[in-house]
């Protein structure tokens, strides 16, 4: 039923391009395309929205490269674990170092999971069309466009962003790789010779494609759905001083913020997972960081660089990814007191319903993406994870200080 639904909307989409084809270039999609060409470099996603313009060789190769590609990476997870009780040149103190490891290889290939999966169900395409719908709905479409340019600029720095982060790693990973056992952050457990090396380094670029790339991904959605609905408060700013008194548009205001609330509760499915991986895996490998660097007096100043530097990369994605989404949550409720403004006298019961459902919405349950349906990530969740790194680091110091 749902394939069906989505066939459906493709091809309505279809006959749409032909006639609006001068709106595509504001659609989102368009706005992400090189991102998302970065990810299909790595096969950790593929495009049904463009399978229309493309030939069905490509598309199936396409998905059959993606299959590829994520078979590697549950492989390299999967070869790593006996490194915790066997393999050539076994050190058995080395234990944090391959739970650190291990935990980052899980995380990477969950989330390779999570995207490719909603590939195949067609939840990023849902998100497309219903940006498209949004942008060729009537009016809104102009506000919306003047948005695009600023969109695509931020989207093209959060790439640029990615991509010096990606050399980066590749190069501190190099660099550990001679401060470090090779046995227990390369090859191990198959003996260290130049061949498994390579194998194994090729494997995790992967990984760290799969690392780094849908967390620009997720965040480039946040800014871009933010942006929209800023638009919706600007349109009600906008409308309640120039009247100063009942806006007349409120009701397609209303339509319009319902229209992107929903958009974010369709993207939430596969978001909300995404998060508690990306989330919950990198705070598990922070504390553990933490742990070992209190835990052993480390006198080379390399070896200090590399694991603060580790440290940082994890919490700063924690927060700055937190922090993107929490900004999804703030703008959509930011209408409130615009709502609050509004003069009620002498409105008719119309007004007065429009007006209640409008801020039944906003007052009700909190709108933004959440945690497994389990609570939405505002910036009180943020404060809240500071708290427990900051709990732990001084738990870390008081028992090492005892």
Avoid at 311 to 336: G, K, R, S
Wanted: hydrophobic share 50%; proline share 2%; aromatic share 14%.
């Amino acid at each position: 039923m749902e394939s069906n639904r989505e066939q459906a909307e493709s091809e309505s989409y279809g006959d749409k391009k032909a006639e609006k084809h001068l709106d595509l270039k504001n659609c989102v999609h368009d706005i992400l395309r090189p991102l998302l060409k970065c990810m299909q470099l790595f096969g950790i996603y593929y495009d049904k929205f463009e399978r229309r313009s493309t030939s069905g060789r490509l598309f199936n190769f396409s998905k059959i490269y993606c299959v590829f590609a994520m078979v590697l990476i549950w492989i390299n997870v999967l070869r790593y674990i006996p490194s915790f009780w066997v393999g050539f040149d076994y050190q058995p103190n080395q234990t944090v170092n391959r739970v650190i490891k291990q935990t980052w290889l899980l995380q990477c290939a969950i989330t390779a999971s999570i995207i490719l999966w909603h590939c195949r169900k067609g939840s990023w395409d849902g998100f497309y069309y219903a940006w498209y719908g949004v942008i060729t709905t009537g009016c809104w479409s102009n506000h919306i466009n003047k948005k695009t340019m600023k969109m695509r600029r931020i989207c093209k720095l959060f790439l640029f962003l990615a991509i010096v982060y990606f050399i980066f790693n590749i190069l501190s990973s190099l660099l550990a790789v001679t401060l470090f056992n090779s046995s227990v952050w390369i090859t191990n457990p198959f003996p260290p010779n130049v061949e498994i090396a390579i194998v194994i380094l090729i494997l995790e670029l992967f990984d760290l494609a799969a690392w780094i790339f849908p967390v620009i991904y997720m965040i480039a959605i946040c800014y871009c759905v933010k942006l929209a609905f800023s638009m919706v408060t600007m349109c009600l700013e906008s409308s309640v001083q120039k009247l100063q008194g009942f806006p007349d548009d409120l009701n397609d205001i209303r339509l319009l913020h319902l229209k992107l609330c929903r958009m974010v509760e369709h993207l939430d499915k596969p978001v909300s997972i995404w998060i508690v991986n990306v989330v919950g895996c990198n705070i598990f490998l922070a504390c553990f960081i933490m742990y070992d660097l209190v835990r052993n007096d480390q006198n080379v100043i390399a070896v200090l660089i590399l694991k603060y530097s580790w440290l940082t990369n994890n919490i700063l994605t924690v927060f700055i990814t937190c922090w993107f989404i929490a900004a999804v949550n703030e703008e959509a409720h930011m209408p409130l007191e615009y709502i609050y403004e509004t003069q009620t006298d002498k409105l008719s019961t119309h007004q007065l319903g429009q007006l209640t459902l409008f801020l039944s919405k906003l007052t009700g349950t909190s709108i933004g993406f959440t945690a497994m349906g389990f609570f939405t990530i505002t910036k009180e969740v943020i404060l809240t994870i500071g708290g427990l790194y900051l709990t732990y680091f001084f738990l870390l110091l008081q028992f090492k200080i005892s």
